[in-house]
């Protein structure tokens, strides 16, 4: 079907070329082809040619530009979105992980946390938020935020990284719990990126193990 769409706005396209609508849509498509700079190319006709500026096609282009590691560009289109319309979700989620690549914490934190106040019961804004507090150190908010996410759904990036930050507050049972419930098989592995995140967490899981087993001989040891 999307050859099929494709082949029909190319055609539209090719008796005028002066439509933004189909300019725009024709982008769409090449964005969901990951032809990221084709993609821009026709976004930017889309815009030049709208009398009237349109959140919609600086937030496609926006996300063309962060898919092509063009950061800076991407959080100025994303901003200009924002502008217009600034209850904008992707908008907010895209210029966050961009100002994140770019290690404007600030900017991402600022952006992952509208996320929550626009969607509070979407697990993956909490765990954006989670994310940045523990680049900041700040593990305790941290692990309150993966909880929160994993409590509306239980979602195996929140757990695991819930976990790391238990290991970083020096608690390792819960850590250890955290990582048996990735392990245990009871979550299913459905996606490659799934089953990456639980090998991970089996190694972890196993230093965990060593490591409290070298805590407890050393116990003994001292009380001989």
Same mark, same amino acid.
């Given at each position: 079907?999307?050859?099929?769409?494709?082949? *029909?706005?190319?055609?539209?396209?090719?008796?005028?070329? &002066? #439509?933004?609508?189909?300019?725009?849509?024709?982008? @769409?498509?090449?964005?969901?082809?990951?032809?990221?700079?084709?993609?821009?190319?026709?976004?930017?006709?889309?815009? +030049?040619?709208?009398?009237?500026?349109?959140? +919609?096609? %600086?937030?496609?282009? =926006? *996300?063309? %530009? =962060? $898919?092509?590691?063009?950061?800076?560009?991407?959080?100025?289109?994303?901003?200009?979105?924002?502008? /217009?319309?600034?209850?904008?979700?992707?908008?907010?989620?895209?210029?966050?992980? $961009?100002?994140?690549?770019?290690?404007? &914490?600030?900017?991402?934190?600022?952006?992952?946390? +509208?996320?929550?106040? /626009? #969607?509070?019961?979407?697990?993956?804004?909490? *765990?954006?938020? =989670?994310? *940045?507090?523990?680049?900041?150190?700040?593990?305790?908010?941290?692990?309150?935020? %993966? &909880?929160?996410?994993?409590? @509306?759904?239980?979602?195996?990036? =929140? @757990?695991?990284?819930?976990?790391? $930050?238990?290991?970083?507050?020096?608690?390792?049972?819960?850590?250890?719990?955290? /990582?048996?419930?990735?392990?245990?098989?009871?979550?299913?592995?459905?996606?490659?990126?799934?089953?990456?995140?639980?090998?991970?967490?089996?190694?972890?899981?196993?230093?965990?193990?060593?490591?409290?087993?070298? @805590?407890?001989?050393?116990?003994? #040891?001292?009380?001989?």
């Amino acid at each position: 079907y999307l050859a099929q769409a494709e082949s *029909i706005i190319a055609k539209s396209l090719a008796q005028n070329n &002066t #439509d933004h609508f189909l300019l725009f849509y024709y982008g @769409i498509l090449k964005l969901h082809n990951q032809e990221f700079l084709q993609a821009i190319q026709y976004f930017n006709r889309a815009v +030049k040619l709208n009398e009237d500026a349109n959140a +919609k096609y %600086f937030l496609a282009r =926006g *996300i063309a %530009f =962060g $898919c092509g590691s063009m950061f800076k560009e991407a959080i100025k289109d994303l901003s200009v979105a924002i502008k /217009l319309k600034d209850t904008l979700f992707l908008a907010y989620l895209n210029r966050g992980k $961009c100002a994140y690549l770019l290690e404007d &914490t600030d900017l991402a934190f600022a952006d992952f946390q +509208k996320l929550v106040s /626009l #969607d509070v019961n979407n697990p993956f804004a909490h *765990i954006n938020v =989670g994310n *940045i507090l523990m680049t900041a150190g700040s593990y305790e908010e941290a692990a309150k935020s %993966f &909880t929160i996410a994993t409590s @509306i759904k239980p979602i195996k990036k =929140g @757990i695991y990284q819930r976990a790391r $930050c238990f290991v970083a507050l020096s608690k390792m049972e819960e850590a250890y719990n955290d /990582l048996s419930m990735l392990v245990s098989g009871t979550m299913d592995a459905d996606e490659d990126e799934d089953r990456e995140l639980m090998s991970f967490a089996a190694a972890d899981r196993k230093c965990l193990i060593a490591l409290r087993s070298a @805590i407890s001989n050393g116990k003994k #040891d001292n009380k001989h």
